[in-house]
């Protein structure tokens, strides 16, 4: 048990923030025309730790009526006791969905306090085991004309040095597969033959359409294959990727740990993804790459990059983080110490504690809404 004499939570807060899209957002099943972040805001020991995730403002209604409770009172120190003490407390309200997003938010929170409060860059609590997290950039999405597509790649290839970039196809729920390989075809003729392409389709085909594809997908040599079909059909994931040769990729909606098991075990991914802000938080990320190196897999962290800059760089079997646009935007504008990457490679600063960020009151409270 923790000493007596460890400084305790003393408060939190959660606050909802909706910031409109750039211009209008669509992948293969959803479309959008904002985002919504939930912050959370732990305090104790003096110091105050932050932590966020993006899902509905129902987020935040769960942090302060469910989870608030079982985390003042207990040690700064002691993040897994509190992760316990909050997934018993959501037991009869589920903790998919919402529910999981918010726990995420608060875990993250405490990590970042604790650094803080310790005086410490995130990364240096944890142990590392690189300097820095290779990025893909993403977005692409299509709801882009072809001109804005082009705009987007060039400048992430040619004036920011990325070497991996992933397209959305899927257009329609799959329905415009002719447009979507025209779209690839875009994307490979503007980075050229030695950027990597990945392709992200938001599970909106059948595993038959994907396999007629194979072929063009090979001839446009793409090597990432994300959510070809829905994430929940893993036999049809596991078809895909008998089938084809890009690396299929799929977890970004794992709740807890048997389910990145089941997907695992399935044999349905090349690579598997978990997303800080959904499994859990960090300690339920770093559990996730572990179920992944038991399979022999790498993970590859989906969204809010600066929320896993730290987390990620313990992993020996990362892969890379997803530099995407619509969470850069916020994440960028939100915080002091989210600094662009390096041809590609985002790096924590360790001159900073926690996870290097401060809050940029003004900005954020324009986007206000809760």
Known sequence: MSSTEDPLVTGMEAAVYTVPTDRPSADGTFTWDSTTMVLVRVSGGGREGLGWTYGPAACAWVVRDLLAAQVRGLSVMDVPAALEAMVRAVRNAGRPGAVGYAV?????????????????????????????????????????????LREQLSDWVHERGFTRVKVKIGQDRGLRERRDLERLAIARETVGPDVELFADANGAYSAKQVIRLAGALADLDVRWLEEPVSSDDLDGLRRVRDAVPADVAAGEYGFDLPYFQRMCAAGAVDCLQSDITRCGGLLEFARTATVAAAHGLELSAHCAPFLHRHAALPLANLRHLEWFHDHVRIETRFFDGADPPVDGVLYPDPDRPGLGLELREADADAFRTG
């Not at 310790?118 to 944890?126: A, D, E, I, T, V």
């Not at 893909?136 to 804005?148: E, N, P």
């Open 104 to 148: 995420s938010a608060v875990e993250t929170a405490l990590w970042d306090l604790k650094a803080k409060v310790l005086g410490l860059p995130l990364y240096r609590l944890l142990g590392a085991a690189r300097t820095g997290a290779p990025l893909y950039a993403s977005g692409g999405l299509t709801s882009y004309g072809d001109d804005v």
